[in-house]
């Protein structure tokens, strides 16, 4: 017979305090309503097997999983820079120049030079690979809006990509 269980929780049941990656700490399995639930203890919260136990285990308080960011294809990156960039919707100029930034960054977009027309620089591109030229608008973003803008960009793909 299989059991399943909460997977460790993040504070102590006997103090209430964060259970800290690293540490010492008790497992329970407590009857509770006629079911089994697993409680979890620090070191210090620990006073013994408590009432309805069933077992316990001690156990070291894992590291937080470090997310992994997800790697995006620069291929298809390329091909939806492209798209964008061929539709020239004046919405979309912020995210194909953050797109561009990352596919320069990527090697898969080379800068080959910069325009000005009415006190605008427009970027001069081409593809690695021979694609372009493209011209992108030098948007002079700071920073922080273009980490904004990366998260736009990151929650359109997806959801483009999932719906596919």
């Known amino acids: 017979m299989d059991y399943r269980f909460k997977p460790l929780s993040k504070t102590c049941a006997g103090t209430g305090e964060p259970l800290v990656p690293g540490s010492v700490c008790y497992s329970a399995l407590v009857e509770i309503n006629d079911s089994l639930e697993r ?22 308080v894992p590291e937080a999983e470090k997310k992994q960011v997800a790697t995006t294809d620069p291929e298809a990156l390329m091909g939806y820079f492209e798209q964008i960039v061929e539709d020239s919707n004046p919405q979309q100029e912020k995210i194909s120049y953050v797109l561009s930034l990352y596919l320069l960054q990527r090697r898969r977009l080379k800068l080959d030079s910069s325009t000005e027309r009415d006190g605008v620089e427009f970027l001069q591109l081409s593809g690695s ?12 973003l700071p920073k922080d809006e273009i980490s904004a803008l990366q998260v736009v960009l990151n929650q359109q793909l997806t959801t483009e990509w999932n719906a596919a």
């Open 39 to 60: 409680v979890d203890y620090s070191e210090q919260g620990w006073n013994g097997l408590p009432d309805g136990g069933v077992g316990y285990w001690k156990c070291t």
């Open 129 to 140: 690979r021979g694609e372009g030229p493209y011209e992108v608008r030098d948007q002079q």
